[in-house]
Antibody
Framework: EVQLVESGGGLVQPGGSLRLSCAAS????????MSWVRQAPGKGLEWVANINQHGSEKYYVDSVKGRFTISRDNAKTSLYLQMDSLRAEDTAVYYC?????????????WGQGTLVTVSS | DIQMTQSPSSLSASVGDRVTITCRAS??????LAWFQQKPGKAPKSLIY???SLQSGVPSKFSGSGSGTDFTLTISSLQPEDFATYYCQQYHTYPLTFGGGTKVEIK
């Protein structure tokens, strides 16, 4: 069974940092693209970043470029999102998602999400 | 960026109704269009990719169509478990973008 479990969310002050993790199991992690997608309270979905199987290709939404870094550790079957210089508008539930095989940009399995709150 | 516009933003329907949701892209995206279902407090669930291909395990009451800029998601006979918010997503061009969502409520 495919499982994705996010962790690392919490309350952080504006300008602070947080590192999200996504532990993957039940599939061959190193064969799939992975993504982060967020959802602000009461709002719609926003794609944040994704990464290829080897970590050599990464893409970001403009609003997080230079502040967030996506990475992965295939040996630990884990995905990460390092978030720096956090802003109030980064407050959201952050989901990790596995790319559909052959269609890397469409998440076919999603974690339950972790809440990040940026507030003083 | 490619803007995705869904309509309506919400609708009320009865069990057994046929429901159609529309998604329009601000520029042509061929068939690089996916649909997701999200229930309150839950993660999104992938329904359709490539505009009309069902993800594994998704019931055939869901169908998608369209190409270019105009797309539709149809639920052939609405059931209680289908009341949720539905999102389209284009994956033709980065940044990947979602529509604003369509909330399907019980009439």
């Amino acid at each position: 069974e495919v499982q994705l479990v996010e962790s690392g969310g919490g309350l952080v002050q504006p300008g602070g940092s947080l590192r999200l993790s996504c532990a993957a199991s039940g599939f061959s992690f190193s064969r799939f693209w992975m993504s982060w997608v967020r959802q602000a309270p009461g709002k719609g979905l926003e794609w944040v970043a994704n990464i290829n199987q080897h970590g050599s290709e990464k893409y970001y939404v403009d609003s997080v470029k230079g502040r967030f870094t996506i990475s992965r550790d295939n040996a630990k079957t884990s995905l990460y999102l390092q978030m720096d210089s956090l802003r109030a508008e980064d407050t959201a539930v952050y989901y990790c998602a596995r790319g559909t095989y052959g269609i890397s940009e469409v998440g076919d399995y999603w974690g339950q999400g972790t809440l990040v709150t940026v507030s003083s | 960026d490619i803007q995705m516009t869904q309509s309506p933003s919400s609708l009320s329907a009865s069990v057994g109704d046929r429901v159609t949701i529309t998604c329009r892209a601000s520029q042509g995206i061929s068939n690089y269009l996916a649909w997701f279902q999200q229930k309150p407090g839950k993660a999104p669930k992938s329904l359709i990719y490539a505009a009309s291909s069902l993800q594994s395990g998704v019931p055939s009451k869901f169908s998608g169509s369209g190409s270019g800029t105009d797309f539709t998601l149809t639920i052939s006979s609405l059931q209680p478990e289908d009341f949720a918010t539905y999102y389209c997503q284009q994956y033709h061009t980065y940044p990947l973008t979602f529509g604003g969502g369509t909330k399907v409520e019980i009439k």
